[in-house]
């Protein structure tokens, strides 16, 4: 039996991805392991292993389609001792032609929960109607051809039975469904009576301007469109949901860095070398971001009340500080993940962030290294940015966000003295860590940073 090939879900937010290069070319043969693939997701590139052994019978997606749906298919394999040719041509519709993506063709969908199936009302003796295999409320897996069919034909295709691989509906279901008169969609709600008040519209939420108001707005020539990334669709659909489902609340303190500073000197001055292609080098520099990163998590092992995510249903209390640091990359950003920082030393957080980082900007990172977390760090910084605040990243229930350190005038005994001093904003969850709660993790925040040998024992 042909053995399909679907877009993988690589990471659980992953809705759609780009199937940048084929690795494997129709007759190779692959094994279970093999990579066969490269997908492009919102935030990396990862490679696709086979899962089955077999030939490979047909390439049904183009290497370059952009926004396949996960869940759609993207390969055939024949099994062992079954004819490739045989197997390209899989049930009759299991391998749509291969062809690039026009403007107006239909998107392959990813299977939908079944609905009710239009047929009458089962009685006490009689057991609810199972349709597609499933009981009612299951996904209905079904050929995007299957679908197709069943929809022109008015046939509710959660109704059919299948026989395909693992129940899935394919066209000769349909066809025999269409034949035998049966699984037609539910009809339409009847019409009023006449005479019968027509029920309240709701009130329409407002809308944002579509794309055509946009552009009518500026001068036509004036602009040019450049078409949204997997990364910057996924970015604005997680910064709105973070706005509007999260309500920020925002704190601000000064930090002086002086004695942090004088500390990292002494440390990079004091690191060991070792010998590289272009000589000798430290075996760690550390930066003020990395010393930032440790205060962060020895703040909240400090506070473990507000080293939490909020639910619905109940508080998740987190054992360790997994600490998400922002990193600017080509097209948007990311957050990798330092795991369990409050437990590593600066040297180790140092050269971990270093890989991270690396690998962020060249979209190698795996999933685990950017999902997830129990907190973030933004820092600008470097930038000269004064302060600003940071947009919570969900499951997250706080992000720091990091000003530039610079000379102020500040008061000392009654004396005007010049010290480093750095702002920095706390954005908390308010649902998670209340005003007071968010303050506390900020005081010990900042007793970290003006008193950096505690990071050290």
């Not at 292993?49 to 389609?65: F, S, Y």
């Amino acid at each position: 039996m042909p053995i399909n090939i679907t877009m993988p879900a690589l990471s659980p937010t992953m809705e759609e991805g780009n199937l940048s290069k084929w690795l494997v070319k129709e007759g190779d043969k692959v094994s279970p392991g093999d990579v066969i693939a490269e997908i492009e997701t919102d935030k990396a590139t990862m490679e696709v292993e086979a899962v089955d052994e077999g030939t490979v019978a047909k390439l049904v997606v183009p290497a370059g389609t952009e926004g396949v749906k996960v869940n759609a298919l993207i390969a055939i394999l024949a099994g062992e001792g079954e004819d490739a040719g045989v197997a390209a041509k899989g049930d009759g519709d299991a391998a749509p032609k291969a062809e690039a993506p026009k403007a107006d063709a239909p998107k392959a969908e990813v299977p939908k929960p079944a609905t009710a199936a239009a047929a009458p009302a089962p009685t006490k003796a009689e057991a609810a109607p199972v349709a597609n295999g499933h009981a009612a409320g299951d996904r209905t897996f079904a050929s995007p051809l299957a679908r197709r069919i069943a929809k022109d034909a008015g046939v509710d295709v959660s109704a059919v039975t299948g026989t395909g691989p693992h129940g899935r509906v394919v066209k000769a279901d349909v066809e025999a469904a269409i034949a035998g008169g049966g699984a037609k969609a539910a009809p339409a709600a009847k019409a009023a009576p006449a005479g019968a008040p027509a029920p309240a519209a709701p009130a329409a939420a407002p809308k944002a301007m579509s794309d055509e108001q946009v552009l009518k707005l500026f001068a036509e020539g004036s602009y040019d469109l450049v078409p949204h990334d997997n990364m910057r669709k996924t970015i604005a659909r997680r910064l709105v949901e973070a706005k509007s489902t999260i309500p920020h609340f925002y704190l601000t303190l000064d930090c002086e860095l002086d004695a942090l500073l004088a500390l990292r000197t002494q440390l990079n001055a004091a690191a060991p070398t070792k010998k590289t292609d272009k000589g000798e080098a430290p075996v760690y520099k550390l930066s003020v971001n990395d010393m930032v990163i440790k205060a962060m998590a020895m703040a909240l092992m400090a506070v473990p009340d507000a080293n939490a995510s909020w639910t619905d249903s109940a508080m998740v209390k987190h054992k360790h500080a997994d600490v998400g640091v922002a990193v600017s990359i080509p097209g948007g950003l990311i957050t990798p993940i330092i795991r369990h920082a409050d437990e590593k030393t600066l040297s180790t957080i140092s050269n971990e962030m270093k890989d991270l980082a690396s690998r962020a900007r060249s979209r190698k990172l795996k999933p685990e290294e950017y999902q997830g977390g129990t907190t973030a760090v933004s820092n600008l910084g470097m930038f000269g940015i004064k302060d600003f605040s940071a947009v919570i990243n969900p499951p997250h229930a706080t992000i720091l966000a990091v000003g530039a350190g610079e000379q102020r005038a500040v008061v000392k005994n009654g004396e005007i003295k010049i010290a480093n001093v750095m702002s920095v904003t706390l954005s908390t969850d308010h649902r998670a860590v209340d005003g007071a709660l968010g303050a506390e993790l900020l005081v010990a925040f900042k007793r970290m940073i003006e008193n950096p040998m505690g990071m050290l024992v």
